[in-house]
């Protein structure tokens, strides 16, 4: 069935450290992707999407790309901050029903 | 403007109790969802409206009773829940059926529930 597989944190970065978290799908069709980030203590805000093959999502200085080729959709940033220290969900809609999430990826900034 | 609300913001509650949690969005949305989310997990389906309807219900115990009375409205009623219920809950609307015309879900701030 359809999945969403991303790397399992926790993720531990100095401040202005580049980032990537990786996060990979399968699916029978062509899914949208996206990429929700959870603050401490808060709910889910989505952070970027792509709707089809080599759209790139963008947003807050985080950008990803989706790659039918690799079925992947990696988060990058290339300076993170304090501000940025969240879990990360990696996600993909499936018709019929409702989005499939990864387990989340903790990352932790510090100065 | 994108923004679902949820209120209580806490609850705590009994066993025998019965509460009811509330979500509202004015995006003119047509599907609306409730999550439950554990700590350190990611969210999990609870039960999705569409156009006002009840369209998903994943298996959820009956003690969880959902309702749409207009659309922009969705409550969660809530009537003997267990210790392991406690959870943050969390509503999710988008303009139409996910899946169906790649759709964006919006998140509210959720609703943090304790039951003693």
């Known amino acids: 069935g359809n999945s969403v597989t991303q790397m399992e944190g926790p993720v531990t970065l100095s401040e202005e450290a580049f980032l990537t978290i990786n996060c990979t799908y399968t699916?029978?069709?062509?899914?949208?992707l996206f990429w929700y980030v959870q603050y401490p203590g808060e709910g889910l805000q989505l952070l970027l999407k792509a709707t089809k093959a080599d759209d790139k999502g963008s947003n807050k200085g985080f950008e990803a790309t989706y790659r039918k080729e690799t079925t992947s959709f990696h988060l990058e940033k290339g300076s993170v901050q304090v501000s940025d220290s969240a879990v990360y969900f990696c996600?993909?809609?499936?018709?019929?029903?409702?989005?499939?999430f990864g387990k989340g990826t903790t990352l932790s900034v510090s100065s | 403007d994108t923004e679902v609300t949820q209120t209580p913001k806490h609850l705590v509650m009994g066993m025998t109790n019965k509460k009811s949690l509330k979500c509202e969005q004015h995006m003119g949305h047509r599907a609306m969802y409730w999550y439950k989310q554990k700590a350190k997990k990611p969210p999990e389906l609870m039960f999705v409206y569409s156009y006002e309807k009840l369209s998903i219900n994943e298996s959820v115990p009956s003690r969880f009773s959902p309702e749409c009375p207009n659309s922009s409205l969705l409550n969660l009623h809530l009537h003997a829940l267990q210790p392991e219920d406690s959870a943050l809950y969390l509503c999710?609307?988008?303009?139409?059926?996910?899946?169906?015309?790649?759709?964006?879900?919006?998140f509210g701030p959720g609703t943090r529930l304790l039951v003693l």
């Open positions: 699916a029978t069709g062509y899914p949208s």
């Open positions: 999710a609307s988008s303009q139409g059926l996910a899946g169906a015309g790649k759709e964006t879900q919006y």
């Open positions: 996600a993909q809609d499936q018709a019929g029903t409702a989005l499939i």
